[in-house]
């Protein structure tokens, strides 16, 4: 290769590489998220922690829409299971050691999602995107009105944990501590999903989520490859879970189904959907505000009207969300794999040059 | 013989409100591929004018009659400000209509203040059969629904308005090509199935009681109704929900016939049973009861 090609791939590189917003708000968040419990008390602290676990389930609500163009109203569902499978655990068994929390809640979560996903999206025909949002929309409600009314799981009052979550016979209270276990989690769960879309993996899904009959005539069994994604959405919304009946102590009716799925779709949206910075934005967005308007009586009771509004105005009118305003589009759709754009194009190029040096003499 | 005279009340009459809240649904979703989450919040508005009419002193059967018009000029309203940019988007239709839904859920929770109101039926009391004794105002919501689903069917495939309607569902470029305007048809049709969900709500109201969530339950069962029986198609809808309005009573019946399953079957895991199966029904038979482009 001449050195000129070498300058012209380089260029491209930092062409491509350099227009990121998005590591930029990432690693701020990141430092943010670090350093954040050292200057607020521990109240806040605890309402942050909570805030980082809801993140969880907004990643894994983004990794089926954002991703992979599954419209789910399902996530609350494995949140909820997640967080009833571990109050059981504690309740039943007196089991509340954080190492078989973890992954009681991937498992519970994935199990759902593996049914759930099976029924829906595995068969023989592709379901229709309606048909998906539809179906996790039912199966949320009737999980729903299922807890609330059998007593075996607390009914229409919930499950209260009433020992702290431990390591060993160590206690983990909320607090400082909780809430590094809680951000480490969902680092490890953000590094992973954001390598999994990245990935040529992610690649499909983005093909899929694009055009999904070009890529089935392609040869790629695209239902099976959304099926993985929502199996690992859902474990990790039941992981989600999980650690929130611990944190909160707590899990009722409210914490599966429609409610929090509704959450979990509107976090996604507000925050921007279509990159996995966006739901945790949204998140943290939606939350502060909620918290701080639950301090004023007079605006407490229209909180639910006003998350309509917000829903409402974003989709109709800001479908990018809070990122939208500092990400452009060609960002947030991304470079996958490893960067190989010199491949394909040097051919085209040396072929040019070529020409110009057959030219040039002549 | 009694038994079985009761037991078929009872389903006739949960078939007939199921149809009476599904059609409207059914025919947005039909006429403008727009699954519309606002639907229980529009038979919720139906129910909540009766309120208002009874609570300003007006008799009942005033609010009843008014509701259709309210909910459909309502409906009307939404259609020309928002739903109007959705027709592309079904996904991102059907959120907007959720927010929609949302809002009008929250603001008539925070209006009737949380509780449950019982409104009294216009016309109360029982008639019998043989032995048993049956409400007068089961019976008027099967006889008005019988009427209001052949007046929809007639309208649909006797009339001029109703062939462009089937027009413009079948191919609405060539539609619009003919000269018949899609999106004054759309605007009609979402203000129609408004009505009709406000009428349904109007009427059902006093078997039920007022609360907030009275339109989510419909909701569900609608959309699994109209998935049941195949979008697309006005006898599909009718006959699906017909089906999810028998289950919930037949499987109520079961339970108490036969009490080996009366365990597995308590009321709350019999709605969830009825949930199961007609989705397994719509994985195994996703085109649905009955095929499109009948009507």
Redesign the interface.
Known sequence: MSPIIKKASLFKKILYRQAGVIPIVEILLLILLIIIPFFVGDFLTIIITRMLILALLAISFELCWGYSGI?TFGQGLFFGMGGYAVALFANKADFVQLWGVIPIGLIVGMCASFLIAW??LL?K?P?????I???T???S??AE??V???YWVGGGNGMSIFEYLRIGSFEVEPGRLFYYIVATILLLVYLTSRFLVRSQFGLVLAGARQNEKRLAFLGYKVQKFKAIVFCFAGAIAGLGGGLYAHHEGFIGPGNVG?GIS?MA?LYA?FGGAGSLIGPIIGVLAIESISFTLSDIDAVR??W??I???I??VV??FK?DGLLGFVVTQRERIGSFGILKATESKPSETSQHLKNEKNDSPS | MDEFIKVTFDILSFSCIMVLVVSGLAIIASLMGIFNFAHGEFVLLGAYTVFVFRETGLPVWSGMLAAPFLVGAFGLLLEVTIIKRFYKAAIAAMLATYAIGLIIRETVRGLIGGKFWAIEAPIEGVFEIGESSFSIWRGIIIILTIIIMSGCYLFLTKTNYGLKIRGAMENPSLARACGISTNKLYAFTFAFGAALAGLAGALVVPLYSLFAELGLRFLVQGFLAVMLGGAGTFEGPVLGSAVIGAMVPGFQWLRVEIPFISYLLSPVFAEVFVFLTAIIIVKFRPQGLIKKGRI
């Open positions: 419209m029924l829906l068969g025909r379901p229709e995107l309606i048909f949002a539809l179906g929309l039912t199966f409600y009737a009105r299922l609330a009314g059998w429609i509704t779709v949206l009771g229209y639910p009207i998350l309509g509004v829903l409402l989709v109709t479908q």
